[in-house]
């Protein structure tokens, strides 16, 4: 099973902030990787895939990034409206997906 | 756009096999291009993956639940099913319907990503 560990669990920002979450994957995942925004009492929502394609009407402001089995999402200009819960997930082992644990955005 | 919305019981007995259903609209099920899945999440395990099933008739299941699970495209209803043999309480979650798109089936397929899912239905095993 492959193992994605983020980081930090809770990272604490102000709005406009430039912020940066990772995703460590325990083998490598090819660039099959998917970043989720879920907010409280929501579903999540697809942000990014392929580890850097933002999907459709997502603002620019989230990017991805890869480097080997370390994944980043970036957002640039924290907005009010993204303080969640994000979190990676491969979809490269078939079929045994599996998700990291999640990082919290929480204001500062 | 499409819409995903699952129904079936909130509260079911351990030992039983509850069964979920999604209901697809603004997309059909009939579709070569999408795939249709099951995602549960809870406080002690977070996200996992269940399985997906195709228009094709295939079905995939994460092998941590194989032997329990079974996932059916129904497609004179638009409508996709889970269900999920002899729970316990560990099984107690929010469960989420979801599609994505693909290209091809199975392991040699490219993903990209669960583009949609459905608010999820919270199942609890009590007896």
């Known amino acids: 099973e492959v193992v994605l560990t983020q980081s930090p669990a809770t990272l604490s920002a102000s709005p406009g902030e430039r912020v940066t979450l990772s995703c460590r994957a325990s083998?490598?995942?090819?660039?099959?990787i998917a970043w989720y925004q879920q907010k409280l009492g929501q579903a999540p929502s697809l942000l990014i895939f392929?580890?850097?394609t933002r999907a459709s009407g997502v603002p620019a402001r989230f990017s991805g990034s890869a480097s080997g089995t370390d994944f980043t999402l970036t957002i640039n200009g924290l907005q009010s409206e993204d303080f969640a819960v994000y979190f990676c997930?491969?979809?490269?082992?078939?079929?045994?997906?599996?998700f990291g644990q999640g990082t919290k955005v929480d204001m500062k | 756009q499409m819409f995903l919305q699952e129904s079936g019981p909130g509260l079911v007995r351990p030992s039983e096999t509850p069964s979920l259903t999604c209901t697809v609209s603004g997309g059909s099920v009939r579709s070569y291009d999408h795939y249709w899945g099951w995602v549960r999440q809870s406080p002690g395990k977070g996200l996992e993956w269940i399985g997906s099933?195709?228009?094709?008739?295939?079905?995939y299941y994460n092998p941590s639940f194989r032997s329990r699970v079974s996932i059916s495209v129904d497609t004179s209803r638009n409508k996709f099913s889970l269900e999920l043999e002899s729970v316990t309480a560990a099984d107690t979650a929010v469960y989420f319907c979801?599609?994505?798109?693909?290209?091809?089936?199975?392991?040699?397929?490219?993903?990209?990503?669960?583009?949609?899912w459905g608010r999820g239905i919270r199942v609890v095993v009590s007896s």
């Open positions: 392929r580890a850097s």
């Open positions: 997930h491969q979809y490269d082992a078939w079929p045994l997906w599996t």
């Open positions: 083998q490598s995942v090819s660039n099959n």
């Open positions: 099933g195709f228009y094709s008739g295939s079905t």
């Open positions: 979801v599609c994505g798109r693909s290209y091809g089936y199975g392991s040699t397929a490219v993903y990209y990503g669960l583009g949609f």
